[in-house]
Structures are given as C-alpha cells and as structure tokens.
C-alpha cells in the first residue's frame, strides 16, 4: 500500500499547515524584525537598548523553550482564546524576528556612509533617512540572508508538532506511530513535502534577488 | 564627534525631544514589564507553594542531572558534527569528483531537512528504545553539514596566493592543506563554529519532543508532577527556572565566541587594535559569522 496516496487528505492538511505557518509567521517577523532593527540604531537609548535585549536573548533562547514559554505562558497573561497555531505563529515570527534584525542591520551597515550623510545635509530627519534612503539600499544586500533565514523557519515549524499543531512533522509523527507503513517512505514523501516549500522560498528569492539588482 | 551618522548631532530641542521618546519608551517598556509580573502574580504563579520544591537537594539533584545529560548529548554530537564536518569538508575539497559529488549530495541533503523530521525517522526506525542515540545522531548529521560547509568557506577564503606558493616550494596536497590553509582558515572560521556550537547546544532542546530525559524534559515532569496550587500548575514557573538555565549557557557559549572574534580581530598582521566604527552602526559588534562586511563604501 502507498502511504501517500492512502494518507493524501492528512498530508495535503500537513503541508497546506506547514505552508501556512511558514508565512504567517515570515510576515510577523519580517515586520518585527524591521522595527528592531529600526530601534537598535534609533538615537533613543532606551530603544536601542530593548533592541539589543530582544535580540540577545531570543537569539540565546531555544525555539522549543519559547514555545513553551509562549504555549504556557500567554494563556496565564490573558491571551486565553488563542489556539496553538497561532501561538506557534508568534513564538515563530518572535524567534525568526531576532535574526532578521541582525541581518537587516549588517544590511544598514553596508550601505555607504555617504548615502546617509548626503540625507542628512539634505535635512531628513532620523525616519526620513532610515525609511527612506538607508532601508531600501540595505535590503537589497540583506535579501540572500533573509531567504536563508525563511528557509530556517520553514524548517523550525517542524518544533510546532510538539505543540499541538497540524503540520508536516505531526504528520509524519502520526503515520510513524500507526503501524503497516515503511519509516522511511514517509520519511520520503514528509522530505520532498520540506524539499518543494524550501526550494520555492530560495527561488523566490533568487527572483527578488535578481529584480532588485542594481549595476553598480 | 563620535555617534552614528544615521541622525545630527542633537541640538537642545533635538535632546530634550529625545529624552522625551527615552522617557516614554522606558515607561512603555516598564509598563509592559510590570504587567505581565502584575498578571503572573495575579494568576498566582509567585505562590510560595509553586517555588517551595526549587529549596529541596532532591530538586536540584534533578535539575543538575537533567542539566549533565543535556551538556552530555551536547558534547557527544559538537565533537561528533565537527569530526563529520572534516571529513565531509575534506571530501567537498578532494580531487576526485565523484567524492565530491557524493560529499555535496550529502551535505546539501542534511542541511535541507528539518533536523526534527530527521530526529523523528531516527527514532522510529532506528533507535527505537534510545531517544538519545536520536538525538545525537540527528544533530550531528545536521550540524556537521553546516560545520563542513563553515569549514570549506574558511579554507576557500584563505587568500590563493598562500597555496599556490605552498605548491610552488613542492609540498604536497595534505601538506597545503595541513601546514598551510587549515592553520589560517582555522582562525577566521572560528567565531562561526563557535556559533553554529550555540545552534547545537540550543538543539539539544529537540530531545524534549521525542520525550528525552534533558534538561527541559525534566522540567516538564517536575511540573506536571507538582501538586497544583489554588487550582495553578508550577508550569510558569518551571519556564522561568529552566528557561534562566537555558539561556545562561547559551549566553556562556555566544559570549565564547564573540570573545575569540574579538581577539582574532586584533592580533592578525599585529597591528594595533583597528577602529571597529566603519560602518553606519557605531557600536555595532561584528556579528559571527557576518564578517568581511566593512561599511565604507567601495560603490
């Protein structure tokens, strides 16, 4: 018997969650990951510090123990009618955030001095500048590290199986449990599911990568 | 003048304003802050009865045990992975194609697959009585992928005069490699095994899904085996505890890292310590791994 052909509702349901969760949480720590990085180089020092505290310590934090955290410790903080997927989606986007910020502030500092200082003399203010002049150049050169980074993620929900989520690795943690089927042919199919959504995010990025080529 | 070139100096109005969003953004943080300790405290989980069991020898024992078998699978599968990753590095360099071939299709492969979805076959099909063995297997197929890909870069980014002049005096190819490139690459690969040697600590935690009796594993089942409290389970705090825990050591290890960044930066060619401001960021401390980008512009 096939597994994926006897199984293809619960797969189509694992990879349509393992998709959903990829980019719900990629949109969230995209924003976020933005915003910190605009806090880490703000000139408010309150802010820059927050950023600094966020990225320290999600960096230095496993993915499992934040969801944990977020699984157990959000519902005590009120968020009670939250289902799992979508604490899964902020301990995700959160985790992701954190890196995003770093590699979109390397981004920042790749960008000439002089751009900034020409915005500066111009009179843009600290936002104008940032927004305006110094983000769209340092996301042209943060956009391979970013693709890296989704395609970290797309593989990091795989955690959220633990956490009562339906996706592919609790498809694959169902069928290894019922009996009657070949480990590694499930194996198989859960893999060439990750091979399609992570080829997709790298080539969605060569795409993005190549548009926004600039002749220098 | 010293300061990031991302805003002007401050002028009077420029400080108080900025003192204002300081001000405002401090009280917005605190605020946020002291809410969530408002609402844990409201829903009881500060009750003596939740931490009581933290004061007892047997407790700690078991966190220092969960802890050990923690550190223990970390280390078994960081020498693992970093024996994988030289032999897997050392094939990608060789000079035999279908070695190559073979050593690229591996690599790529662990690095594509969700180390859980590797740990979780792993477990099923082949240890199916020891998580552990899951468990270190896994991490070390996967991070000795992404070790041998570390390696191989370093070894790459050694300039190519430095070989060819090795060949040039006659030594052989192990020769280049032992006595030449890994001494050089050693040096700027480090922060980057240092880190992915982070990933690996932080991976361990994957254990707790296959029910391995680590350091988060462990924390669960003293949880759920403490008695509730007014109707409050002492999850909240066991995430506080083991959570203080888990990022302690990777703190411990990152800070390793940035440490041997730091010194590396200063001794190559013996120069005195070069200024790090380079960049937009004025303080920003060279990220592992995200080196080689010097801000001033070459555009």
Redesign the interface.
């Known amino acids: 018997m096939n597994v994926l052909s006897d199984n293809f509702a619960m797969f189509r349901e694992g990879f349509i969650g393992t998709v959903e969760l990829t980019v719900l949480s990629a949109l969230l720590a995209l924003v976020l990951g933005t915003l910190v990085a605009a806090f880490r180089v703000s000139p408010v020092p309150a802010l820059r510090a927050f950023g600094t505290a966020w990225v320290t310590l999600l960096r230095n934090t496993p993915l499992v123990l934040l969801f944990l955290a977020v699984t157990l410790g959000l519902p005590a903080l009120g968020l009670k009618g939250w289902d799992s997927f979508w604490l899964a989606v902020l301990a995700l986007g959160c985790y992701t955030s954190a890196f995003i910020c770093e590699a979109l502030r390397s981004g920042i500092n790749t960008v000439p001095v002089g751009q900034a200082e020409a915005a500066r003399s111009i009179g843009m203010t600290f936002g104008q500048t940032l927004v305006q002049i110094v983000l769209p150049q340092a996301a042209r050169t943060s956009i391979p590290p970013i693709g890296s980074l989704l395609i970290a993620l797309a593989k990091n929900t795989a955690i959220a199986s633990g956490f009562n989520v339906t996706e592919l690795g609790s498809v694959q943690k169902t069928l290894n449990a019922a009996s009657g089927y070949n480990i590694y042919v499930i194996f198989l199919w859960i893999a060439i599911c990750y091979i399609i959504i992570t080829f997709t995010i790298s080539g969605l990025f060569r795409l993005l990568e190549n548009r926004l080529a600039v002749a220098r | 003048m010293s300061g990031?070139?991302?805003?002007?100096v401050?002028g009077p109005r420029?400080r108080a304003r900025?003192r204002l969003?300081?001000?405002l953004?401090?009280l917005a943080?605190a605020g946020l802050i002291g809410?969530?300790i408002y609402?844990?405290d409201a829903?009881g989980?500060f009750q003596a009865g939740l931490w009581d069991d933290y004061e007892y020898t047997e407790t700690q024992q078991r966190i220092v045990d969960g802890l050990l078998t923690t550190l223990k699978t970390f280390a078994i599968a960081a020498v693992l992975s970093l024996v994988l990753g030289t032999v897997l590095a050392t094939a990608r360099l060789s000079d035999h194609r279908p070695v190559r071939w073979a050593a690229t299709a591996v690599v790529e492969f662990f690095r594509?697959?969700?180390?859980?979805?590797m740990i979780?076959?792993l477990y099923?099909?082949v240890f199916t009585s020891d998580p552990m063995w899951a468990l270190v297997i896994g991490l070390t197929l996967y991070n000795g992928s992404v070790q041998a890909e570390i390696f191989r870069s370093g070894i790459n980014a050694v300039p190519r005069g430095q070989s060819e002049a090795a060949y040039a005096i006659g030594l052989r190819k192990t020769q280049v490699m032992t006595a030449v490139l890994v001494p050089q690459a050693v040096r700027s690969m480090l922060p980057s095994i240092i880190s992915q040697l982070?990933v690996t600590l932080?991976?361990?935690?994957?254990g707790?899904?296959i029910l391995y009796e680590e350091l988060?594993f462990v924390g669960?089942a003293f949880a759920q085996q403490t008695p509730p409290v007014n109707g409050v389970y002492a999850?909240?705090p066991m995430?506080i505890v083991?959570?203080s825990i888990?990022?302690l050591l990777?703190?411990a290890l990152?800070s390793v890292a940035t440490w041997v960044e730091r010194r590396t930066q200063r001794s190559r060619k013996g120069k005195p310590p070069a200024l790090p401001a380079a960049?937009?960021?004025p303080g920003?401390e060279p990220?592992a791994g995200?080196s080689g980008?010097d801000?001033?512009?070459?555009?």
């Open positions: 990031s070139v991302l805003y002007d401050p420029g900025n969003y300081g001000v953004s401090t943080i809410f969530v609402r844990l829903t989980q594509a697959m969700p180390l859980l979805i979780f076959l099923a099909a982070v932080k991976d361990t935690s994957l707790f899904i988060l669960k999850f909240i995430v083991f959570g888990y990022i990777c703190l990152s960049g937009i960021v920003a990220t995200a980008a801000g001033t512009g070459t555009a």
